[in-house]
Structure formats: structure tokens, C-alpha cells
């Protein structure tokens, strides 16, 4: 019997309106334009606004668009898989809001939490559903509203991170066009380096945590950076040694919008031009589980069916991984 092989068959993606600038940023912290611009590439990024708007109300839309493209409606979804590490509740999870939101009432859903490798994860969890059989149609929601975790007054991390979301349809390729293979890696040890101190079990929410500042995303630079660039270009080059594709093969790499010189060190060592990277980080920042699908979504219509592209990911936890994809069609 012939292996199923899960492949992308729409992309939906959503990005707020408002505009935080560098220029914005020099009259909030202690930074400059050209700082920013030089170590991450970044420009602006993108905030959602709104009393009570979640990142459920960025997922939302992105589906939507997807539905719309494909020609489906939510109630034929089997599955919906929400990637995001700043959920609209602790519980239910943002999967279940979204489906409610859309619709899908006849979708089973959950939420995955692996930081900026949360979309590949959730991508290759999704695809193994398709591969079995089981389900027909399941839908990879990445999304983070990075503005509720992230303290203004630290120049270290308000410069990095902005909102928004991505999501793409999961069917059976009947030609073996889909996702081919995905090497998937996580070290717990490096929680230290990029976390939030309070908040879970360990050290549930108090007075004493909220005036310590204890609900913002901590992270030390240095360390997560050294560990990014090499695992990052190092999965991909090993996805690309175990599959026999040299750079000529690839026609685009889709990495993660961390940090420009991140992205730069991955193409250099899978042997990659500049213009077979996907890069929008100027625009949109790091967007955490978001950065991916918006870089397909993008994309899209540039991308020809049979196109072999790798997606790579490095996020807290530290999570990291990579992706190969077979390109199932022309979006013209």
C-alpha cells in the first residue's frame, strides 16, 4: 500500500493593523533605529489593539482565509491544531475558541506549546493525522499576540517581538507531493535562558509576581542567540545530508523571522543565496509561532508545485527543527 502523504493545500494569514516603528520604540526605551536595524533586521512590527482581543481573533481570520481559498466551509475541518504560547485563557485552549468562533463544530481541537518552533510541531503532529488515514482535512493554526507577554521598559526583548498569525490546510496528495520529512529536536536544559518566570504551577501568579514584573518573556541574549544559529543551520543541513538534496534542489528556505543574522547563518550553511530565503522579520518581527505560515502566506504565489522547501524553526524550551516540503500546487 502507498504511503499517505499529508500536503498544504491552502494558507491563510493575518496580521494587525497598527504599526509599532523603531521610531516609536527610541520614545519608550533606551534604543535607536539603526541599533535594532543592525542586530535583528528589524523595522517594524505589528501589535493587535483592542480590549479583550485575543490571539484567537488572529487565528480567526487567517482560517477563514483559508476556507475561502480552498472552497471549504469550517464544517468540513476534521482537526484544528493551535500553535501559540500566549493562549487567549489558560484553558479551554485557543483551538477550541477559534473553532467555536468559525464554526468548526465538527473539528476536534487543541493547542501545542513549543515557543518559535511551535508551527513545526503542530505542522508535523497535523500531517501524521492525514498520513493515517484517519482524517481528511486538519487545519495548523501559528499564532501569538507577543505584545501581552512582552515588558516595554526591556530594550532587550520590546524590540524583537510583534502579533500575528498563520494557518494552512492539511490534505492527502494523491501524486507524493506534501511533507517528505521533518527532524524535530528539544533540550529542556535550556529553559533558563528564555522563559517566563511566573505564571505556571511551579510559581502560580501572585501580588508579589505582577509587581516583580514576573509575567514578561525573559530571555538572555547571548546564549539563545549561540544556540539559535547553531541549531537552526544545523538541523536543516542534517535534514537536507539525510535526504540527499543539495542546495540546486532547494527553492526556498522558509526560516524562522528570530533574527536576521540567524537566518543569514542557516542559508549559509545549507549553501543558499539570499534570494531563496524568505525574509519579512522587517516587517512583522518575530511573530513566534507565527513567523512561518506568514512567510507562506507571503509567498504564495511565487511558490510552483514540485518546489522542495526547507522550513526551519528555534524557539524556548529550546525547541527546534526542520522541515522538508514538497510544494503540492500553483497558487498563479
Known amino acids: 500500500m502507498q504511503k499517505r502523504i ?15 516603528t523603531n521610531a516609536e520604540l527610541e520614545t519608550m526605551v533606551d534604543t535607536n533605529d539603526e541599533w535594532i536595524r543592525t542586530r535583528t533586521g528589524i523595522e517594524e512590527r505589528r501589535i493587535l489593539k483592542g480590549e479583550g482581543l485575543g490571539s484567537s481573533d488572529m487565528g480567526v481570520p487567517a482560517v477563514l482565509e483559508l476556507c475561502k481559498k480552498r472552497g471549504i466551509s469550517p464544517l468540513d475541518i476534521d ?9 487567549d485563557l489558560v484553558f479551554p485552549a485557543t483551538a477550541n475558541i477559534i473553532c467555536d468562533k468559525i464554526g468548526a463544530t465538527n473539528a476536534f481541537s487543541y493547542d501545542i506549546g513549543a515557543a518559535c518552533s511551535g508551527f513545526l510541531f503542530a505542522l508535523t503532529t497535523g500531517a501524521s493525522l492525514i498520513e493515517s488515514g484517519r482524517y481528511k482535512k486538519v487545519v ?13 521598559s526591556d530594550r532587550a526583548t520590546c524590540i524583537i517581538f ?6 494552512v490546510l492539511l490534505e492527502e496528495d494523491p501524486e507524493g507531493n506534501g511533507i517528505q520529512d521533518s527532524i524535530l529536536k528539544t533540550d529542556g536544559s535550556g529553559r533558563q535562558y528564555l522563559h517566563m518566570k511566573a505564571g505556571g504551577s511551579a510559581k502560580p501568579s501572585t501580588i508579589e509576581t505582577v509587581m516583580a514584573r514576573e509575567h514578561f518573556v525573559y530571555q538572555e541574549g547571548q546564549p539563545v542567540f549561540k544556540f539559535a544559529v547553531k541549531g537552526m543551520a544545523d538541523v536543516s543541513y542534517d535534514l537536507m545530508q539525510r535526504n540527499g538534496l543539495s ?27 539570499k534570494e531563496k530565503v524568505m525574509i519579512n522579520i522587517q516587517k512583522f518581527g518575530n511573530t513566534t509561532a507565527g513567523t512561518i505560515p506568514l512567510c507562506l502566506w507571503e509567498w504564495e504565489g511565487r511558490l510552483k508545485k514540485g518546489d522542495n ?6 524557539g524556548g524550551g529550546f525547541t527546534w527543527g526542520a522541515t522538508w516540503i514538497r510544494w503540492a500546487y500553483d497558487a498563479g
Open 6 to 20: 499529508a500536503a498544504i493545500t491552502a494558507v491563510g494569514g493575518y496580521v494587525p493593523e497598527y504599526r509599532l
Open 79 to 87: 482537526c484544528l491544531i493551535c500553535a501559540t504560547v500566549t493562549p
Open 140 to 152: 495548523v493554526v501559528g499564532v501569538d499576540k507577543m505584545s501581552s507577554i512582552i515588558d516595554y
Open 162 to 167: 510583534g502579533d500575528g498569525a498563520g494557518a
Open 247 to 273: 542546495a540546486d534542489d532547494i527553492a526556498w528556505l522558509v526560516p524562522h523571522q528570530a533574527n536576521l543574522r540567524i537566518i543569514d547563518a542557516t542559508a549559509n550553511r545549507m549553501g543558499l543565496p
Open 309 to 314: 522547501l526547507i522550513l526551519a524553526a528555534f
